[in-house]
């Protein structure tokens, strides 16, 4: 692996996995928290409207696949708080239409698409530097928002209706949350690829609230956990020659198991001592 850094493309995507753990670790753990994994799903697949938007227009796709997945998280969002009974199979379909918008402008694009299949499966070996650039603006923005509004999402990630009372206003923070999740999607995007994005959310997050239930202690286990998946999984690619975001999410399935395999060890033990001391 020593020797893979004396490539830029490798260089680059170390410190992608790096940035990359920022941001989901810290968003994740909301996204997991407020139980709103499959909000975060339709995020990511509506994202790929972005990219043929981008494509469309002759822009960078990371571009409009930020503006979109904003505007889609945010009609998301809306609906999720409006229309609680039914946002599933709404936001089901906004994922659909995503999708489906995205194909339908790449088709219309004239030319050949060399890296298309990269924003569905990930390529962070082919990261570029100018997306390393947008990936660390864009985890300034979702550090210094999380920082400002902390105790407010905090609250309404654990008590909404105490929120309310507070005055907190839960409607505008939730909103403000789901522009968070939808820049989040756009960096990983290049990573693991708009299919897994769901996976490398959570999966760090659910892993460090079975160890921590303060919430920061919750992000920043979420963030180191996420820098080892993706350095693991880079080392494990580049020694095996496989697909790196799809192996960057089997070490974390990995880790999850043990982390779930602890627990029950630990629940087991703590059962047997109580057998005893009755």
Sequence with gaps: MIEALQFTFMRNALMAGLLVSIAFGIIGTLVVINRIVFV????AHAA???VGLGYFMRLNPVLGAMVFSLFAA???????RRTRERADTVIGVMWAVGMATGIILLDLTPGYRAD?????????LAV?????LIMLILDGVIVITVAVFYKELLAISFDETFATVQN?????IYMVLMALIAFTVVMMMRVVGLIMVIALLTVPAAISGQFFRDMKKMMVGAVLLGIVFTTTGLMLSYAWNLTSGATIILVSAVA???ALAIK??????KGLRANRDI
């Design 116 to 124: 298309l299949m990269s924003y569905l499966f990930g390529s962070i």
């Design 128 to 132: 570029p530097t100018r997306d390393l």
């Design 264 to 269: 029950a060890l630990r629940a087991q033990q």
């Design 168 to 172: 907190v206003p839960v409607d505008a």
């Design 256 to 258: 999850y198991g043990l």
């Design 48 to 50: 790929y409207g972005g």
């Design 40 to 43: 975060s799903g339709g995020v």
């Design 74 to 80: 945010l009609g998301m969002g809306w609906v999720q």
